[in-house]
């Protein structure tokens, strides 16, 4: 109680809201930098259980902004360190690991425990395998991005009859992009990332309006957020007809 004291002292969220979030079950895709931070948030923050999903291990390089790691966890996997960690900041919540790469079923299953999936990956191919199983399974998703000085959120679901999907934002050839490793993020940029979805997934759990279909892009340069909204595509081939 006095952990969520000053979240329960908000009116929007009061005791009701606060345990529909002690109540939550969240999917977590990616413990890397943006994972870090959501995590930690939605741990602090009193979520029930937390699927904890990444199938790599903590590298050296990985230390200058994946902050649940440290220089001892190098070689370990993400799941089980983060894990260990999370436990540590508050013992009450559910901690699954999950270090592998899932199957389109595991997916499907993994997203059927949860009221809510975060994807924190960095890899298209990921992103459109967990956008797809959240479509499918009517879920809400979070998604998340930063390379560079860039960041970028968006909300989806979890009616995806009339709203847009992820995949309306992108098209297939799109998978070429790029990643940090080959072009830089400056540390805290998938923090910023990681903690706007851990306030739009606790929005959500706790009864809060949220507004999908829009995406919002961090220039850490310009110092400057903006916001544009998404349109559903006609021709998305995961969410047309749904
Ligand atoms: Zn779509």
Redesign the pocket.
């Known amino acids: 109680m006095d952990r969520a004291a000053r979240q329960i002292a908000l009116k929007q969220i009061g005791t009701a809201g606060q345990e529909r979030i002690d109540n939550s079950t969240v999917l977590i895709i990616g413990l890397g930098g943006i994972g870090c931070a959501t995590a930690s948030y939605l741990a602090c923050a009193g979520v029930g259980q937390l699927l904890l999903c990444d199938f790599d291990s903590v590298d050296a390089t990985n230390l200058g902004r994946q902050t649940l790691y440290g220089p001892s966890d190098i070689g370990d996997f993400k799941a089980v360190r983060a894990a260990s960690r999370l436990a540590a900041m508050n013992p009450d919540v559910r901690l699954t690991e999950i270090p592998e790469r899932l199957s389109d079923a595991a997916m499907a299953e993994a997203i059927d425990q949860a009221d809510v999936v975060l994807d924190c990956c960095d890899n298209f191919s990921t992103r459109f395998q967990v ?1 797809a199983a959240a ?1 499918d399974r009517e879920t809400q998703l979070v998604s998340g991005a930063a390379i560079r000085f860039e960041g970028q959120v968006s909300v989806f679901g979890p009616d ?1 009859g009339t709203s ?5 934002l992108y098209r297939e050839a799109d998978e070429t992009l790029e990643d940090c490793s080959g072009n830089g993020v400056l540390g805290p940029v998938p923090g910023v990332v990681g903690c706007m979805m851990a306030v739009e997934a606790l929005k959500f759990l706790s009864g809060i309006e949220t507004r999908p279909g829009r995406l919002h892009l961090y220039d850490a340069l310009a110092s400057e957020w903006r916001t544009v909204t998404v349109r ?2 006609r021709n ?5 007809g749904t």
């Open positions: 956008n479509v995806y847009p999907c992820y995949r309306c559903k595509s998305c081939p995961t969410c047309r």
